[in-house]
């Protein structure tokens, strides 16, 4: 897995400009990809399994729990 995310990553090289001009959500959803493929191949490669990735990361991350949502809000009132 960690050899796959290297390899991946090597797209992001200064050698290699071209990324430079990616909006931010295009450099987000391709390290979710690669993410995704890392983690389960099989299940994930090509765009409907990007979409079932995306799904269940979805779901991970609304599980917000109590002690993560006072630090969120001791965080925002710190920035105001």
């Known amino acids: ?4 995310m290297k390899k991946y990553l ?4 200064d050698e290699k400009e071209y990324y430079k001009e990616y909006k931010d959500e295009t450099i987000i959803e391709d390290i979710l990809y690669m993410l995704g493929v890392a983690l389960n ?8 399994g990007f ?4 799904r269940k990361l979805r779901e991970h991350l609304g599980k917000e729990n109590e002690i993560e949502s006072q630090l969120i809000e001791n965080h925002l009132e710190r920035m105001n």
């Open 41 to 48: 191949p099989e299940k994930n490669s090509y765009a409907s």
């Open 51 to 54: 979409l079932l990735f995306k």
């Open 10 to 13: 090597e797209e992001y090289t």
């Open 1 to 4: 897995m960690v050899e796959y």
